[in-house]
């Protein structure tokens, strides 16, 4: 079983129907299914939360509601809540990414939730009590409180990467790597093309050639790079001598005249 599926999101008292449809989204995006709101206001506007659930309905849809958050975490073993705030009962706070493998190591054969709290307060100590791990997200000090949607996204984005979904497969390369003959090919054209644009005089072009292989080496250049690279090159030594032969009729025609 997918870990994932084991997971619970817990949204204590959630004030805004907006923030309830952006966590759904937020939800599939990172492949969990599973949201359980504790005492929702009656007058949420369910028409906002379906507009910022976009394309994720079907987990709107099937939200469990809880009189109490000890009803909503009755079957679930590792119970992480998160907290901006500091002082007694929450300085033993781990990050998310250390919280990550707690979570997902109990998820693999038992229900486990993260809580958060209300957008204004957060958890009260009697529902931090509740919980058997704190979580603290850090922030900067220009402003520490999290959106109640970035706070669950930061969340379910350590919990995905480090299930190691399936759904998710880093993008390749396609372009093999330029060889060494390549990219001296790519450097002898470069070369000349600084000589006949005029970008360098011809004692200081292995000064400046020293700092183009530097520039070059920083990262990884595929065949597919050094093509545009050499095209540069070959159309801007094209433009330069269009211009030279353009320049040369005009002074053969001054002279003429």
């Not at 480090?162 to 396609?174: F, N, R, T, V």
Request: aromatic share 6%.
């Amino acid at each position: 079983m997918n870990p994932l599926e084991n997971i619970r999101i817990v949204l204590t008292d959630p004030k805004f129907a907006g923030n309830i449809g952006s966590i759904c989204r937020v939800m599939m995006n990172m492949g969990l299914t599973d949201l359980a709101l504790v005492s929702p206001r009656e007058d949420l506007n369910w028409n906002e939360a379906r507009k910022m659930a976009y394309k994720a309905e079907p987990l709107l849809d099937q939200i469990k509601t809880f009189q109490t958050l000890e009803d909503a975490v009755a079957d679930c073993t590792v119970v992480a809540g998160t907290s901006a705030r500091t002082g007694l009962y929450r300085d033993h706070a781990y990050l998310p990414r250390e919280i990550a493998p707690v979570i997902l190591e109990s998820a693999a054969h038992h229900k486990t939730a993260l809580i958060f709290g209300r957008e204004d307060k957060g958890l009260f100590n009697e529902e931090i009590a509740v919980c058997t791990h704190i979580i603290n997200i850090p922030s900067s000090e220009l402003y520490r409180s999290l959106n109640l949607s970035h706070a669950v996204m930061v969340c379910c984005y350590e919990l995905f990467l480090l299930a190691g979904s399936p759904a998710y497969e880093p993008p390749a390369e396609c372009s093999p790597e330029a060889d060494g003959a390549m990219r001296e090919r790519l450097y002898a054209a470069w070369s000349a093309m600084m000589l006949e644009t005029g970008f360098c005089e011809k004692e200081k072009l292995d000064h400046m050639m020293l700092g183009l292989r530097r520039i070059f080496s920083r990262g990884k250049l595929t065949g597919n790079d050094v093509k545009i690279l050499m095209g540069l090159a070959k159309q801007s030594r094209w433009v330069a001598a269009a211009l030279q032969r353009e320049r040369e009729k005009q002074v053969s025609g001054s002279v003429t005249q």
